[in-house]
């Protein structure tokens, strides 16, 4: 079977689980993904249809080439290399159940311009006495060796916009007819942003313990 999708996160609600509990979830839209091609260790999946006007002459020459509609979003994913795949095969949200685990990658809002206490939850210097450095970055703590910054140092810049996982989210609801998938927790990205669902290799490497 392939161990992800291709989704697109919708937002945020609140489902009641089994148990009769709020549960706060974000929703994903996921699939359908059709197969574009097969590899070895992978598969290619197309995702998100669009008007072929929108798309370049080499981009739809691809898919027209595999008589497949054009999809917006070209994506891999990892598969079970003991099942056999052809291009135009379609992999759908039934791919997880209520109760599975799952990875969920995607780009994290962009922040613009961020201090560090915004971007590294730094302290902050004094907050009274005629103080004039309330947010500012004071001293790197270098002295005369090295005489320079360190790289990898913590300092302000760009914040967000970044590729992130978070792993073990549990899969609370699946609606099967409309593709979308119900997971609890928090999903990088902003509204409408896409994402890959990946069933979670960690959860399964404790189980198989």
């Known amino acids: 079977m392939a161990l992800g999708i291709v989704g697109k996160k919708l937002g945020s609600t609140q489902v009641y689980a089994d148990n009769g509990d709020l549960v706060n979830v974000t929703v994903i839209e996921a699939g359908p993904c059709p197969v574009l091609a097969v590899r070895e260790k992978s598969l290619q999946l197309g995702f998100d249809t669009v008007k072929a006007k929108s798309m370049t002459k080499p981009v739809l020459g691809y898919y027209k080439k595999l008589n497949i509609p ?16 052809k291009i135009g095969d379609e992999i759908k949200a039934d791919l997880f159940a209520a109760g599975d685990f799952v990875d969920v990658s995607g780009t994290t809002i962009g922040k613009g311009f961020a201090g560090g206490m915004k971007r590294w939850n730094w302290k902050g210097q004094c907050q009274s006495h005629g103080s004039m450095s309330h947010r500012r970055i004071g001293s790197l703590g270098c ?26 989210l549990k899969v609370v609801k699946i609606d099967v007819e409309n593709n979308i998938i119900f997971i609890r927790g928090a999903v990088p990205g902003h509204k409408n942003s896409y994402v890959i669902v990946r069933k979670a290799i960690k959860k399964a490497n404790k189980k198989a313990k």
């Open 143 to 168: 002295n005369t060796t090295p005489g320079r910054v360190l790289k990898g140092h913590h300092l302000h810049g760009h914040m967000g916009n970044e590729k992130c996982t978070i792993l073990n």
């Open 70 to 85: 054009a999809h917006k979003v070209i994506k891999e994913v990892s598969r079970d290399t003991s099942k056999e795949y």
